[in-house]
């Protein structure tokens, strides 16, 4: 297959608005991939790639050469290349790795190069999410979309779920089992504004357990062998030897479970994610930065335990294994209840002790991994700031001709100017999106650029956010966490905007 054919079939998912819509145009594509090609279009129709990371950054990507006339490139050796690029490594390895770069990329059309600087950048936003790739797996392969959901529960990694039902139907996915060092998609939590939401959504009694602001980790052992997996399954064993050592020091040596890692400070308070996160991704070093900033593990689940699998099992069953298995103090501490004002005061405890909120579990419910739902339920308590909105860029996918990422500010009283914080886009509902492209482009301030246009610092809005963070990518050195729209506050002057003292006042 050629690589055009599955940009052309991208195009066509952006452009369709209805979720059936998407569904079968990429359906029909799968229809007639061939066998070595199904797990590569659906990891590019994912925005992934087969490959995951290949060391390519915006600097390799910019002066590449003119575009072919004329698609001839193929999926397979598209990928072969980027196999290829993955595999640099040593002395001279920025050089390589942009010249074939730029062997890639002369072998493309101008729409093929559109297409692969998003995938390579991580911005294809087509709306082709998991749920409708699921869909659309099911509907041309004829499976149910529940063995699809399934097998990907246990395999983890859709586009190799995609490829062996497009192969072998039904038969073929039943044949995925939870295999001791092969990660599983984790499961997810759905949200509610408050406690009481959260408790009745799980129909109380309900398991509350400590939201730890670290990263997502998920342990596998066989025998004297620990791997540690993360959110997006990737290996950092070699970065965590403190949560290896600690899985080793178990009773049972076949086992799965989930948890998280988090960096903390003596007092028992957490640090900065951004310390976690470093910690994590640092492969060099580690004996070092284990001294200096040591890691905590603490287990919420169980998936295996003693060579037995405990997916389908209810929470509670999971639970009591788990609790046979690791000793309190590496356990996410949990509260049974179904006591409102005794959950909200749990709720209370935790966010004073400087995490992140609470997961409430319904005590039925089986690990249905890579789905969200109402087994589990995130409570954060909301922060909300008034913020300045200095710039906003244009849209991808649906938000194309919409101005929709807002450069968000606080205002500055010793300068009289205002300080940038980041951006967001989330939010902001199709109504919002087109009353303030209307009005951004009356707040104009110089010439718009291809991707971004400057405003008068004028219109107020109302964000919510989990937190500051510490962050040199802006110059307040620091950062909004999951911003969000709330809405315009057209009551309020820029000059009634909260303060960088204030923002700051709020950072971890």
Do not use: C
């Not at 998407?22 to 029909?28: D, M, P, Q």
């Not at 659906?42 to 490959?51: D, T």
């Not at 003119?66 to 595999?87: E, H, N, S």
């Not at 922060?383 to 205002?411: C, F, I, M, Q, Y």
Request: glycine share 10%; proline share 6%.
């Amino acid at each position: 297959m050629l690589l055009i054919d599955v940009v052309r079939v991208s195009e066509a998912v952006t452009r369709t608005s209805a979720r059936l819509g998407k569904i079968g145009h990429l359906a029909e594509l799968l229809g007639r991939v061939g066998p070595g090609e199904a797990e590569i279009a659906i990891a590019y129709l994912s925005g992934e790639l087969p490959q995951r990371q290949i060391g390519v950054g915006w600097r390799t990507l910019q002066e590449l050469p003119g575009p072919k006339l004329a698609a001839t490139a193929t999926l397979t050796g598209v990928d072969a290349l980027l196999t290829r690029i993955k595999a640099v490594s040593g002395q001279g390895s920025q050089a390589a790795r942009k010249a074939l770069v730029g062997e890639l990329f002369a072998g493309l059309t101008s729409q093929e190069q559109a297409f692969m600087l998003k995938l390579l950048s991580g911005e294809l936003r087509q709306g082709a999410l998991d749920g409708v790739m699921i869909e659309a797996v099911a509907k041309a392969s004829g499976a149910p979309s529940a063995d699809v959901r399934r097998a990907l529960t246990l395999r983890g990694w859709l586009p190799a779920v995609g490829a062996a039902a497009l192969a072998g139907g039904v038969a073929q996915l039943r044949e995925f089992r939870l295999e001791v060092g092969r990660p599983v998609s984790p499961m997810l939590a759905g949200s509610a504004p408050n406690v009481a939401a959260a408790l009745e959504k799980a129909r109380t009694p309900a398991a509350l357990e400590w939201k730890l602001d670290g990263i997502r980790v998920q342990a596998h052992r066989s025998g004297g062998d620990v791997r540690v997996f993360t959110r997006t399954l990737d290996d950092i064993t070699a970065q965590v030897p403190e949560l290896a050592e600690a899985v080793l020091g178990l009773p049972a040596d076949d086992l799965v479970l989930d948890g998280e890692v988090i960096a903390l400070r003596p007092d028992g308070r957490p640090h900065p994610f951004q310390v976690t996160a470093a910690r994590t991704s640092s492969r060099t070093n580690v004996a070092r930065l284990r001294e200096e900033t040591p890691l905590h593990v603490f287990f919420f689940d169980a998936l295996r335990v003693g060579g037995a699998d405990l997916l389908d099992l209810p929470y509670s069953e999971r639970q009591e294994a788990l609790a046979r298995t690791v000793p309190p103090g590496l356990l996410t501490p949990r509260l049974v209840t179904s006591d409102p004002a005794e959950a909200e005061k749990f709720f209370t405890d935790v966010v004073r002790a400087g995490h992140e909120g609470l997961v409430v579990k319904s005590l039925t419910s089986p690990y249905a991994a890579g789905r969200r739902g109402a087994g589990w339920i995130k409570v954060k308590p909301r922060h909300t700031l008034d913020l300045v909105v200095l710039a906003a860029e244009w849209g991808h996918g649906r938000r194309e001709g919409k101005l929709s990422n807002l450069h968000l500010g606080a205002r500055d009283p010793e300068t009289g100017g205002f300080v940038m914080l980041g951006k967001t886009f989330k939010g902001l509902t199709d109504e919002l999106l087109a009353w303030q492209t209307e009005r951004f482009l009356e707040l104009a301030d110089g010439p718009a650029d291809e991707w971004t246009v400057t405003l008068r610092p004028e219109l107020v809005v109302e964000i919510a956010f989990d937190g500051v963070q510490r962050s040199p990518r802006y110059p307040g050195g620091m950062a909004l966490r999951f911003a969000r729209v709330l809405r315009y506050r057209l009551d309020k002057h820029a000059s009634d905007a909260d303060t960088v003292e204030t923002v700051r006042s709020l950072m971890i």
